[in-house]
């Protein structure tokens, strides 16, 4: 391959650094980004002739590409610098374009996801066919391993504790089994979302895929299993005497909720995971303290006042809470609207939250690992 080859580099209004280059009988591509002669990220090779780097911080940028071709002869070339300055405004016009740049990042992941919803549905469907391909009773671990808890806390709880009792003359088992069902779906989506990007390291050191579909995937991919787990849940209640209502189709309000909660959040834990892999051992923690003092095996009405207003505001008691009052009590979700609003407004804001994460650090997971 002969040592020629040019780079286009550009930034756009949008903050884009955007790079083409030609070099003839080159089939694979690497990229360095350089600020101020210092690498800031790094691109392995890839058959794509085009690359973009999103800026955040001013200075002079440059990058050089690394060309292979068939027969794997390398040559390099240096982009000419190009200069960016980021914008500073006082006041009200400090204010606005804060708020622009939120915007931009948020509206950004989310037209990436738009665009890559076939990718995510895919993962999700090689993820949930890869886990228990080596083992001899496959995806029926999925359903053991929630029954055998589900046994043992009615044992523990139902029968040793409250002696039989039930609750708001409902069987214990119904009451227990409508709380933990949802809160299956929700720990395992923490903790696989939470380690959904670490886990694709080897993909990422390899090809650019647009990695905010990670976490997602992962919830959809504990979505199938859940559905499973909910037939069983209802064929259960339909034994104990519990028959169907139209207030069960309440239930669409709340998974379609915990899906976008569930979504939002492991977005930013699947972030802090690469940052720190302290924080996804920390979170397991604070997964199983959670389990206990959430109302899922226990009824809070002799709690302290000030526990119980506090644990209204709880997202995951929000699902447990909704899946119990449209099942047994049959109250529809929207009785209390400014908890709808509320719970809402919470959610969006941990969205934008991770959409600038996964912004931020999406060009440096290459580095973090």
């Not at 299993?225 to 209640?237: N, P």
């Not at 709880?314 to 709808?340: A, T, W």
């Amino acid at each position: 391959m002969q040592d020629k080859g040019a780079i286009n580099i550009t930034i756009s209004d949008v903050n884009k650094l955007s790079v083409e280059c030609e070099f003839p009988g080159a089939e694979q591509f690497a990229y360095y980004v350089y600020r101020d002669d210092e690498i800031i990220a790094k691109y392995q090779y890839t058959d794509k002739n085009k690359m973009t780097y999103w800026l955040s911080d001013s200075g002079n940028y440059s990058v050089k590409v690394f060309a292979l071709d068939a027969e794997e002869n390398k040559i390099s070339k240096y982009s000419e610098k190009v200069c960016f300055e980021t914008k500073k405004a006082f006041g009200i016009e400090q204010y606005i374009e804060k708020k622009k740049y939120w915007w931009n990042r948020t509206a950004e992941i989310s037209r990436v996801l738009w665009k890559e919803r076939a990718i995510v549905g895919r993962m999700a469907a090689f993820d949930y066919k890869l886990e228990n391909k080596d083992t001899y009773l496959g995806r029926l671990w999925a359903f053991i391993t929630p029954l055998i808890q589900i046994g043992t806390y009615w044992f523990v709880f139902g029968l040793g504790l409250r002696n039989g009792r039930d609750v708001d003359g409902y069987p214990y088992l119904a009451w227990m089994l409508i709380g933990l069902i949802p809160w299956f779906f929700i720990s395992s989506c923490m903790v696989k979302g939470a380690n959904a990007i670490y886990a694709k390291v080897g993909l990422i050191a390899k090809i650019k895929f647009p990695i905010a579909t990670a976490p997602v995937s992962k919830v959809l991919q504990e979505l199938y299993e859940f559905m499973i787990m909910l037939i069983i849940m209802f064929m259960i209640l339909f034994c104990l005497g519990i028959r169907p209502s139209w207030y069960w189709l309440n239930l669409v309000y709340y998974i379609v909720y915990g899906i976008a909660f569930l979504v939002s959040l492991a977005m930013i834990t699947s972030v802090l995971t690469m940052v720190a892999r302290d924080f996804y051992k920390l979170l397991n923690s604070i997964i199983r303290l959670l389990f206990y003092i959430t109302p899922i095996l226990w009824v809070m009405d002799n709690m302290p006042d000030i526990y119980q207003i506090v644990m209204q505001y709880n997202p995951i008691f929000y699902m447990v809470k909704g899946f119990r009052e449209s099942i047994l009590y049959e109250l529809p979700f929207y009785h209390q609207v400014d908890m709808v609003i509320l719970m809402w407004g919470i959610n969006l804001l941990i969205y934008v939250t991770g959409c600038v994460l996964q912004s931020r650090f999406r060009n440096k997971f290459i580095d973090l690992i």
